[in-house]
């Protein structure tokens, strides 16, 4: 029953900063990859960034320079630090984690919007 919880979405206005976290419960013995990714209405899930389980990381350009994800494998969290926010970047952003034999498990989303 493994389950992602998330939290940190809400409001801001251009130019603000927001983190979200992704907490993973449940009976996982390995994590590998773990990912943050968003979805805007009308528009394809996109893949926002993505950290190993050593830390090594890669990002969407639309968000280079601007955002941050962060693991702590001892918590089994994630973490999205986002900077400079856009009203471009308005979506719902869902966690996703990779056991180390390669299931995955999505969190439920959660709402960002950037608006003045």
């Known amino acids: 029953q493994v389950q992602l919880v998330e939290s940190g979405g809400g409001l801001v206005q251009p130019g603000g900063s927001l983190r979200l976290s992704c907490a993973v419960s449940?009976?996982?013995?390995?994590?590998?990859?773990m990912y943050w990714y968003r979805q805007a209405p009308g528009k394809q899930r996109e893949l926002v960034a993505d950290?190993?389980?050593?830390?090594?990381?890669n990002y969407a350009d639309s968000v280079k320079g601007r955002f941050t994800i962060s693991r702590d494998n001892a918590k089994k969290m994630v973490y999205l630090q986002m900077n400079s926010l856009k009203p471009e970047d308005t979506a719902v952003y869902y966690c996703?984690?990779?056991?180390?034999?390669?299931?995955?498990?999505w969190g439920q989303g959660t709402q960002v919007t950037v608006s003045s």
């Open positions: 996703k984690v990779t056991t180390g034999w390669g299931t995955d498990y």
């Open positions: 449940g009976s996982i013995f390995s994590i590998g990859p």
């Open positions: 950290v190993t389980r050593g830390g090594s990381t």
